[in-house]
């Protein structure tokens, strides 16, 4: 990870640690970097999407007007998903995609996520030379002027062009199926509902008011209690949950239970293999996945591969590898024939297709899957290696492993995107995840690596 930009882009609180001054910086030096050598006399083309934050718009004016700045064109797909502007810069040939957010963050936060020609997350190499720019230290760039300057565009037909994607996608109709949607008052409210009622689906819709400062509060895949009651209460088959820029999902089967990441992968996985589909037979995991889904795995003969945390990661593997299904527990799950990262909606469509080709309820589908107890805590630091390498910390972590033994596993990592050190461990019961957890936390806190 850099300065500016981790495993996610470059996210911070809006106007605080990601300024508007930042954003016009990327957008120039992205304008001028794919404008150096037009093909054929062309502008480079960027295209950009964004979600529901008030910041949001903030960013993209400033991003539009450092790429147009730079002599390059800028084309405005508004607010939609980072899915969509992943598919949409590969398959109408932009030079780059920029989606503006901060996933599940809340709204204060806002975020840049670069994406390459392809639909893949920008390589390294060129976002270091974007954070050198940021500091000072890259070329001198001069603006463009006169009929140099480059335009900018309404692209709404590119969302209504992935939305016509994700519908074609779709192996049965959903008709007589009575489906809720939780859009977390972020991007995928103006497109979930369209796929699935044009797919013949009874759709009902709760987190679709955005206000520029609801997104994910109460709502979304990180709050998924409304969304189980609104199941339960309205009789539902099942209920889908995304994030803020819908690149991912979860799942409450219809007697208000939560599907995991995890458990989705079992059941897509086994309806692959089942099919003779799965290539390579082997589901992409991070190491954050429950010991369930490896003993599910195991006892129906798929083999499982395990990155670090990130679906950055989970994506080069497969793409590396040919994997066709991986992702992680928290709802990124990358189909690699169909999308380049992870996708709410089109996560959606494909649990139900499994539903419809088996003809069973979500809930008998993850029945094989017996998921282990797990707790993870957050613990917000001042510094996050130096947390880590605490050697009291180090020396609980190690007292942890010695007594779970073969019967269950603590983990302990940073993460990109938030001054945070997490904590999780899968053991036999609630209480011993509970117990060991704190037994490092407590650590944590007394040695005064915790911010109040």
Not at 228 to 240: C, R, S, T
Request: proline letters at 2%; a negative charge; one cysteine or more.
């Amino acid at each position: 990870m850099g300065k500016y930009f981790g495993t996610d882009g470059f996210r911070g609180e809006a106007n605080v640690t990601l300024t508007a001054d930042h954003a016009y910086k990327v957008g120039f030096f992205l304008g001028w970097y794919y404008n150096r050598e037009p093909v054929d006399g062309e502008r480079a083309r960027i295209v950009i999407g964004k979600d529901t934050r008030r910041s949001s718009y903030m960013l993209e004016f400033a991003l539009a007007a450092g790429i147009t700045a730079a002599g390059a064109d800028v084309y405005l797909m508004r607010v939609t998903t980072t899915p969509s502007v992943a598919y949409i810069a590969k398959v109408d040939s932009f030079d780059c995609g920029i989606m503006i957010s901060a996933s599940h963050n809340p709204y204060y936060d806002n975020g840049i996520k670069l994406i390459n020609s392809q639909g893949e997350k920008m390589d390294q190499e060129t976002i270091d030379k974007i954070e050198a720019f940021l500091d000072g230290q890259g070329p001198d760039i001069p603006v463009a002027t006169r009929d140099n300057i480059g335009a900018a565009y309404d692209y709404d037909s590119g969302r209504h062009r992935y939305i016509a994607y994700l519908i074609s996608l779709a192996m049965y109709s959903f008709r007589g199926k009575r489906v809720g949607l939780d859009c977390a008052n972020g991007a995928a409210w103006s497109i979930a509902k369209v796929v699935f009622e044009a797919l013949g689906a009874k759709v009902f819709v709760i987190g679709n008011e955005p206000d520029g400062l609801n997104i994910n509060r109460d709502c979304g895949s990180t709050h998924l209690e409304r969304l189980q009651k609104f199941v339960v209460e309205h009789q539902l088959d099942v209920g889908f949950a995304f994030d803020g820029d819908a690149d991912r999902c979860l799942a409450v089967d219809e007697n208000g239970k939560i599907v995991s990441g995890d458990e989705i992968m079992y059941l897509y996985a086994r309806y692959m293999k089942d099919k003779g589909k799965l290539l390579t037979n082997t589901v992409v995991t991070t190491v954050m996945s429950n010991f369930g889904l490896y003993k599910a795995l195991d006892e129906v003969g798929i083999q499982y591969a395990k990155t670090n945390v990130g679906d950055k990661y989970v994506y080069e593997y497969m793409l590396k590898h040919g994997n066709r299904i991986g992702g992680e527990q928290s709802g990124h799950i990358i189909f690699s024939k169909y999308a380049t990262t992870g996708d709410g909606i089109l996560t959606s469509i494909k649990i139900m297709e499994v539903m419809q080709a088996r003809r069973l309820q979500l809930s008998k589908l993850c029945e094989p899957m017996k998921v282990y107890p797990q707790l993870l805590v957050n613990v917000k630091v001042k510094d996050k290696t130096a947390a880590q390498e605490d050697p009291d910390v180090k020396a609980a972590v190690a007292a942890v492993e010695q007594a779970l033994g073969d019967a269950g596993r603590i983990l302990v990592r940073e993460s990109g995107t938030e001054p945070l050190v997490r904590v999780m461990v899968e053991a036999e019961t609630d209480q011993l995840c509970h117990d060991y957890v704190y037994q490092v936390v407590d650590v944590i806190k007394a040695k005064g690596h915790e911010v109040e």
